[in-house]
């Protein structure tokens, strides 16, 4: 690519992994649109951490959540392709989430109520991240239902991450050292 401005946008349609044009508001799109936008933020909550650990694992959930996009990103079949191609998420990407989700609770321990987001600015900001997977997977289950979605891991995926990231929120709010 030589800019990224391509102009192949300005009619309202963008292309899938391995072609094929959907409209911008197409289910997939919004799907790993939201994704990216949890990234996003993922990073900005990275920059702010002064918790080494917190900001290792969103690097490694950032990353990790590409694979999960390009999955978004890949009509139902064009799945092969994707396979041959990239690594896609497994059962056992799940299951490691889900560790990760008991390890915090140990440590960290579960709220006694609800929790008001704003303990500290990288909490804050992993809070945020956290709505947005959400709202990817709401746009994955969208995408699933239409049958357009060949891998049902991804949706227990992005589940399992908003849980790690409510987790990994507390874990940043008990190592801050001012409270707001």
């Not at 989430?97 to 008991?102: K, P």
Request: with cysteine; hydrophobic share 40%; net charge negative.
């Amino acid at each position: 690519m030589s800019s990224i401005v391509t102009k192949g946008g300005d009619g309202g349609e963008t292309s899938l992994l391995y072609g094929g044009r959907v409209p911008k508001d197409d289910l997939h799109t919004e799907a790993y649109g939201a994704l990216d936008e949890a990234i996003s933020v993922m990073g900005l909550a990275r920059s702010l951490s002064a918790n080494q650990q917190v900001a290792r694992t969103l690097l490694d959930l950032e990353r990790e959540c590409f694979t999960v996009g390009a999955e978004l990103a890949t009509a139902g079949e064009d799945r092969a392709k994707l396979v041959r191609h990239f690594p896609t998420i497994e059962a056992t990407d799940v299951d490691r989430l889900e560790q990760e989700v008991h390890r915090l609770e140990e440590e960290v321990g579960m709220p006694a109520g609800f929790v008001l987001p704003g303990g500290s600015p990288a909490a804050a900001a992993i809070d945020i991240a956290r709505t947005m997977v959400r709202r990817a997977e709401r746009r994955a289950v969208a995408v699933a239902r239409a049958d357009e979605l060949s891998n049902p891991e991804v949706v227990r995926y992005l589940n399992r991450l908003s849980d790690l990231l409510f987790m990994l929120a507390r874990q940043e709010e008990a190592g801050a050292t001012t409270l707001k």
